[in-house]
Nanobody
Framework: QVQVVESGGGLVQAGGSLRLSCTAT????????MGWFRQAPGKEREGVAG???????RYAESVKGRFTISQDNARNTLYLQMNGLKPEDTAMYYC????????????????????WGQGTQVTVSS
């Protein structure tokens, strides 16, 4: 059974940093595309960053240059380093795993992913 669990959220002041982690059990981590998504109250879930099996990455325009997605295959762990946080980054952040290696165009599409974590809250104060 696949289980995806996020951690690392919290409250931070604008301009600060957080690193989110995601562990996935029940699947061989480096065989699948992985992604980070977020959802703020009253808004749709949006793709933040994704990484394909071949290591290619894709970022939402709103986070380019500030967020970095990476993975440690030996530990089955995905990371999202978030720097220069803004109040508009406040949201529940979700980690997701796809059943295929993924391609650049699919990495930020929620429908592409099969397994989802429960989310970790990120709150950025102004």
């Amino acid at each position: 059974q696949v289980q995806v669990v996020e951690s690392g959220g919290g409250l931070v002041q604008a301009g600060g940093s957080l690193r989110l982690s995601c562990t996935a059990t029940g699947l061989t981590f480096d065989n699948y595309a992985m992604g980070w998504f977020r959802q703020a109250p009253g808004k749709e879930r949006e793709g933040v960053a994704g990484i394909a099996r071949d290591g290619s990455t894709r970022y939402a325009e709103s986070v380019k240059g500030r967020f970095t997605i990476s993975q440690d295959n030996a530990r089955n762990t995905l990371y999202l380093q978030m720097n220069g946080l803004k109040p508009e980054d406040t949201a529940m952040y979700y980690c997701a795993a796809a059943l295929t290696g993924g391609s650049w165009w699919s990495l930020l599409l929620p429908a592409f992913y099969t397994y989802w974590g429960q989310g970790t809250q990120v709150t950025v104060s102004s």
